[in-house]
């Protein structure tokens, strides 16, 4: 009698070892940056050859995506259609910067070294473009009825820059900085 052969026991230790990529690559980029990271040291933090590194993942970018797409999936970042739906602009601006301060507060790390990073890594650059509709769709939401001055001063507000500096700088709470953001940009 012939035994079929199932993948299921090779296709869950590929799919474990994938994992184990990707989850090493975030690692990384939250503590020594994109721009720092090498596919070896990847490959060394997940417990690969760099063969089976390649197999998984031909090139940078296609770690890159993995990357970006598992630090998406574990924490999405907000977004403005939750908001639409409070009438009250003060109250929708409160609520929004309040959310995306709360997301850069528990992604900040990881943040932190992407942005660093972006003005000097091209793939990060891309990952970022990728991301630029969620930004625009915040500053459409969240400007609603505001002028071109207080738009800009909304941009600000929206930073991760802008954060970084009222809580780790200035010492203030989340909330507390998304507070003072708010009426900065209403008082403009």
């Known amino acids: 009698m012939t035994r079929s052969y199932t993948l299921k026991k090779r296709a869950a230790q590929q799919a474990e070892t994938r994992q184990r990529i990707v989850e090493a690559a975030v690692d990384l980029h939250s503590t020594v940056g994109p721009s720092a990271t090498t596919l070896s040291m990847i490959a060394d933090k997940a417990g690969v050859q760099r063969h089976t590194l390649y197999a998984h993942f031909p090139d940078e970018r296609s770690i890159f995506q993995a990357c970006s797409g598992l630090a998406h999936e574990r924490d999405p970042s907000p977004t403005a259609d939750a908001?639409?739906?409070i009438?009250?602009?003060s109250e929708r601006r409160t609520v929004g910067v309040s959310a995306i301060y709360a997301w850069y507060e528990r992604n900040a790390s990881l943040l932190s070294n992407v942005m660093r990073d972006v003005e000097r890594h091209p793939?990060?650059?891309e990952v970022q473009k990728a991301r630029a509709p969620v930004f625009?769709?915040?500053r459409d939401v969240l400007g609603e009825g505001l002028n071109a001055k207080q738009r800009a001063v909304l941009a600000v507000a929206l930073s991760f820059w802008t954060w970084r500096t009222l809580t780790r700088d200035a010492g203030l709470e989340s909330d507390a900085a998304a507070?003072?953001?708010v009426k900065?940009?209403?008082n403009a």
């Open 123 to 125: 793939l990060v650059q």
């Open 184 to 186: 900065a940009v209403e």
């Open 83 to 85: 908001w639409r739906g």
């Open 136 to 138: 625009k769709a915040w």
């Open 87 to 89: 009438a009250e602009r």
């Open 179 to 181: 507070a003072v953001m």
